[in-house]
């Protein structure tokens, strides 16, 4: 697919307001200080829940729900490298590496390099996430096999091994799929580089344990574990499939990316914190996560959204990204 020439692309400026931006980008402590503390809570309660009825049922749920805010973790680490989860700067570059993306092994300061080149050069070959936005549909076979390794546990293995390497400077950083060899250095380096990068997941998971430990139960953290390697990795295929898979390749906003509806089974899963509105975020990313259905309102009723970039569901993303067979 390939859009139309640079000249035919509108942006925010061309469909919204000087006051409807300023008013649509004003970000809030409070409301990200509110966001990060009912993510941990609902990680709290999963946690009490499989404690106080260890059963298997309950293990699984707790592992679904627990993923779903390892992703919520993930989209608040995006927030705050976009600057638009707190408006203090230290806030968004301290506060949210350690409460939101070390618990998922992730790093803000790296992410927020990678991410930014992505929004600069969305659907480009300069766009480093390009390897997650399939051009055409792959098959059925292909997605079923796809989701089998996710829930398996091979997926989240692999990633593990993945991060493992990126910490050890033997991989370059790449959340978009690319795997590309870092530069050779002696063996030594290698070691103290993955020292260096791997003791605050560690620390960061090392707390939540010993939190558990304290409170009688240390064995509930094996859900965790399980929610990271199984439908965590699911969720993260799922919503990197609805975002621009199958889109235009080109500078377009509103074109290469997509919008879609979440009922309350996706956003606890798959679309948390309004992630769903990834167009609109796109069109405007100083615009925090609490803003976008208001921006995704205006732009609707102005009819500025493309038929073809908004879907009513994440099962019909799964739809459009898959086929019968291979065109």
């Known amino acids: 697919m390939s859009s139309g020439s640079p000249d035919d692309v509108l942006g925010a400026a061309d469909l919204l307001s000087r006051d409807e931006i300023r008013a649509l980008t004003r970000g809030s402590n409070a409301i990200g200080a509110l966001a990060v503390a009912r993510t941990w809570l609902v990680i709290a309660a999963s946690f009490a829940a499989l404690a106080v009825w260890p059963h298997p049922l309950v293990f699984a749920a707790a592992a679904v729900v627990l993923a779903g805010r390892q992703l919520a973790l993930a989209v608040l680490m995006h927030e705050a490298a976009h600057g638009t989860l707190f408006r203090a700067r230290w806030a968004n570059e301290r506060l949210a590496d350690w409460l939101c993306a070390r618990p998922v092994w992730s790093d803000a300061a790296r992410y927020r390099r990678h991410h930014l080149q992505h929004h600069g050069h969305t659907g480009t070959e300069r766009d480093p996430d390009l390897g997650l936005a399939l051009a055409r549909p792959m098959t059925r076979r292909s997605l079923a096999r796809k989701i089998a390794r996710d829930l398996s546990g091979a997926t989240g293995v692999r990633r593990v091994i993945g991060l493992l390497m990126i910490d050890a400077e033997l991989l370059a950083y790449d959340v978009g799929g690319n795997i ?45 574990i399980v929610a990271y390697l199984s439908p965590f990795s699911l969720f993260v295929r799922v919503r990197s499939l609805a975002e621009h898979a199958c889109m235009d390749r080109g500078p377009d906003p509103l074109r290469n990316t997509r919008t879609m509806r979440a009922g309350v089974l996706a956003r606890i899963t798959v679309a948390p914190l309004h992630v769903n509105y990834h167009l609109e975020h796109h069109l405007v990313p100083t615009v925090p996560w609490f803003r976008l259905p208001a921006l995704g309102r205006l732009l609707a009723a102005r009819d500025a959204i493309p038929a073809g970039s908004r879907l009513d569901s994440y099962l019909d993303v799964l739809r459009v990204v898959s086929a019968a067979r291979r065109a």
């Open 180 to 224: 590309r060899r870092a530069e050779r250095r002696p063996l030594a380096h290698h070691a103290r580089a993955l020292a260096r990068n791997v003791w605050r997941p560690v620390a960061a998971n090392a707390v939540m344990l010993a939190a558990l430990w304290l409170a009688g139960c240390p064995w509930v953290y094996t859900a965790w």
